[in-house]
Structures are given as structure tokens and as C-alpha cells.
């Protein structure tokens, strides 16, 4: 009987792996379902029914989705094209100004011009090859419907299992070995505690970095500060790059658009405040300590996600680690407990003194 359950699981992964471009709502959904099954169950013990909860959440999801492609969007697209069009000014700066200095320091002659005409000939290919994928995309009419009937399915997957997530994971539970059901709800729950609160801590985190800094550089006058703000916000659940990138670019737009050194001193008070911010306010209120990983550890994992699953990887490393380090803890704990880790075989025979013929020991 054993082997019938490892084959059906191994047929079960490999059935997933060739239906994996139409598993994407299911995860979406999924995702969103886990996300905010909290909030519901909340609700239900206060005598609202999961379908009216679930109903009520999606409802105000869509309101603050409409809401923010009216408003904030439209703001996003012009200030990144905006912010894109800041490069060849960056150049012309770097030309004019940057590069004599240099020359008249060192004594050597650098040139931009062609790093211009190479930026220019490889953005045009970029756009070219943009351009034509989209035709492919747009011209496949089973790759268009695929596209269309993920984005509807998503919401209606997630509206489904949100409904009925206890009844879901009752199931899941039902079908584990018995003798192996305490263990792995005991292991589930715990994953789960750690997992849903970082999640959920993390997504407040990156939304709150996103508006402080897009609100600072908006007031200190950086015509794209939202796109900015937004951007550095966005990559901040890996520690410090949402920092670095967000001040990099926040420092040569404000210099682009101010052509003066003092407004600089404004960016990096904003993003000085905005750590600070995150330091003191936002991480403990809203993550905790909820993973316990060193900033390296959190840097590898990203990195060592991408590496492996691309961009998904990315976004799962964090995730991913969270369920290990609750494993890992585990298997150190039966680790210390055994007999092999406490020696309780006996301690190793102490080795017997020599004592030389002549009794001086």
C-alpha cells in the first residue's frame, strides 16, 4: 500500500509539471485564499458567515483596485516614463561636465558618445523585440485566451477557496496517515503562524516604506517621487536594497531635475527618515520577529531563489525559508533529544594512565 501512495504522489507532481502554464490562477488564488482566511474567520466568530465575509473582502478589493488604477496608476506610468527619459540628460551631464574633470584629473580622454549611441541602438532593439512579442502574444489566440481566463478565474478560484478553507484543509487533514496526523498539523500550524503573519507583515511593511518615501520625495519637490517611492518600496523585502536602489535613483533625478548638490541633502533625509520609520515603527508592529533571519541569510535566499526558480524564486525565498527554519527547529529539537546528541549509551572508557617501570607516572 505504501508504494501505490509514493507512486500516486510522484504521478501527482509530474501531472503538475505539465499543467503548470494553467496552474497559475490556482496559485493566485490559493495565495489570496491563505492571505486572507484570517480576516474571514475573524469575522465569522462575530456571527458573519464565510460567504458574506468572503463576499464583503472581495467587494472592498475591488473598490481599492479601481480606486488605484484611476488615481494612481495613470501617476506611475507618466513618472516612469518620466524617470526614463532622465537618462540621456544623465549622459549630457556626465558629457559636459563629469567627464572633463576627469580628463583634466587623470590626464586621459573618455568619451561617451558611444555609450549614448550604444543605449540608444540597444533600446530601440529592446523596444523592437518588446513590440513583437506582444504581437505574438496578442496574435496567438490560445495564448490570449489562456492570459484572459487566468485573470478571470483568479478572483473566482480565490472567492471559492476563501469560502470554504476550513472545510478545505479539514479534508487535506482527513487524508494524512494517522499516525503521522498529529505531527504534521503540529508542524502545519506552527509553518502557518510564522508564514501568514510574516506575509501579511512583510506586504504592510513594503506598502508603508512605499508611501513614506513617495510622500517625502513628493513634499522635498522630485517630480517622480511616487514612481520612485513606490519602486523602493516595492523591493524593499530584501534587507537594504530597497534603500540603495531607491537612493541611487532618487539622488540622480533630483540632481537632473534641481542641477544643484543642496537638494541632495533633502533625498537622503527622506530616505534617513524612512529607515528610521522602518526600524522603529513598521517592522516591529508589523512583522516582529516572525522569521528570526539574519539580514545575510535573507539576502541569500533571494538570491539563491532566483538562481534557481527565476523571478519566482524571488518571491518564494522568504516564504520558503519561513517553513524550513520552522522545520529545521523542529529537527534540532529531536536532534538534542536523542540519545546519540545526550551520549545516553555511556560516556566513552577513560583512557588508562601510563605509568612508566621506573614509577614516575
Known sequence: MRWMIWAGLAALLVLSWFLLPILSPFVVGFIVAYLFDPLVTRLDRHGVSRTLGTSLIFVLGALVL????????????????????????????????????????LGVELDVGMLRDMAIKHGET???VLAQ?????????????????????APVIAFYLLRDWPRVMARIEALLPRHWSGTVVHLAGESD??????????LAVMLANGVTYSIGLTLIGLNTGIAIGMFAGLVSFVPYLGTIVGVLLALLAMYI?????????LVLAVFGVGQVLETVAWQPRFVGNEIGMHPVAVIFAVMAGGQLFGFF?????????AVLIVLGRHGLEAYQGSGFYAGR????????????????G
Open 193 to 202: 503562524r510564522m508564514l501568514g503573519n510574516f506575509l501579511r507583515g512583510q
Open 133 to 153: 512579442g506582444l504581437g505574438n502574444v496578442s496574435g496567438t489566440g490560445s495564448a490570449a485566451f489562456v492570459a484572459v481566463m487566468n485573470l478571470l478565474l
Open 313 to 321: 524564486g524571488i518571491l518564494l525565498a522568504l516564504p520558503v525559508s
Open 257 to 265: 531635475q534641481a542641477d544643484s548638490l543642496l537638494p541632495l541633502l
Open 126 to 128: 529592446i523596444g523592437k
Open 345 to 360: 549509551q555511556g560516556p566513552p572508557a577513560p583512557l588508562e594512565r601510563q605509568v612508566d617501570p621506573d614509577g614516575e
Open 66 to 105: 479601481v480606486v488605484s488604477i484611476l488615481a494612481l496608476v495613470p501617476v506611475l506610468v507618466e513618472q516612469t516614463m518620466r524617470l526614463v527619459r532622465l537618462f540621456p540628460q544623465l549622459l549630457d551631464i556626465v558629457q559636459s561636465r563629469f567627464i572633463p574633470w576627469v580628463n583634466a584629473q
